[in-house]
């Protein structure tokens, strides 16, 4: 199994982004960190990451002093939509959980 290091991080202009590490590599090697802009980029990197490893994935949150409680809030409403939406795509639900229409079903 492979640990990911997920960091919240912030721009300087307020834009919160994620940077992704292999704890398994050196960070001189390639791939050693990834930046993702949002959740569907960071699912997509995480897998491909993990691929290497057999899918056998743990991830590791932390976050930089400069990110606020609003930043960290947004990036878990956007995991809890993206969660949201690859459970209703599993059971091939007409809606979705805020009663908004699947168009993927």
Not at 25 to 43: F, G, H, P, Q, T
Not at 61 to 89: C, F, G, H, K
Request: hydrophobic letters at 35%; charged letters at 30%.
């Amino acid at each position: 199994m492979v640990v990911i290091e997920s960091v919240i991080k912030s721009n300087p202009m307020g834009r919160w982004y994620i940077e992704l590490s292999d704890a398994m590599k050196e960070e001189s090697e390639e791939n050693a960190r990834v930046i993702c802009l949002d959740i569907n980029e960071y699912a997509q990197k995480v897998e491909m990451m993990g691929e290497e490893y057999g899918g056998e994935v743990e991830v590791a949150w932390s976050t930089e002093d400069n990110v606020t409680p609003e930043q960290i809030n947004e990036v878990r409403m956007q995991i809890m939509a993206y969660e949201a939406e690859l459970e209703a795509q599993k059971e091939n639900t007409t809606h979705m959980p805020d009663g908004t229409p699947n168009f993927n079903a």
